[in-house]
């Protein structure tokens, strides 16, 4: 079966930075959608960063654009994320999502960045930013 295993979450001032890990196992070394979500209290989910393994094309919620970075150690079968210039509305669980990539020829992951297409979670991690 698939599991993923968050890491690296923890307390920071604003400013600071993080690097987020998930481990993944259960899944073929094959073409994945491997994304980022985030959720704050009282607030509905959100997509942060997500990473097709089959192309290495990546996307980013606006207000992480330039701020975070995903990427992922195929070897080790970890994904990352490089969060830097935290802010504290960047407060939130972090949760590391795996999905089945659409479409043909190489495929790609779904634009709506919608935790309906993902079918694997993990844990959460907490990230807090004062």
């Known amino acids: 079966h698939v599991q993923l295993v968050e890491s690296g979450g923890g307390s920071v001032q604003a400013g600071g930075s993080l690097r987020l890990s998930c481990t993944v196992s259960?899944?073929?070394?094959?073409?994945?959608?491997m994304a980022w979500f985030r959720q704050a209290p009282g607030k509905e989910r959100e997509g942060v960063a997500r990473?097709?393994?089959?192309?290495?094309?990546?996307y980013y919620a606006d207000s992480m654009k330039g701020r975070f970075t995903i990427s992922k150690d195929y070897a080790k079968n970890t994904v990352y994320l490089q969060m830097n210039s935290l802010k504290p509305e960047d407060t939130a669980m972090y949760y590391c999502?795996?999905?089945?990539?659409?479409?043909?020829?190489?495929?790609?992951?779904?634009?709506?960045?919608?935790?309906?297409?993902?079918?694997?979670w993990g844990q959460g991690t907490q990230v807090t930013v004062s």
């Open positions: 999502a795996a999905g089945p990539p659409v479409g043909g020829g190489d495929g790609h992951c779904t634009s709506r960045f919608a935790g309906d297409d993902y079918p694997y």
């Open positions: 259960g899944l073929t070394n094959g073409r994945y959608c």
């Open positions: 990473i097709y393994t089959g192309s290495g094309n990546t």
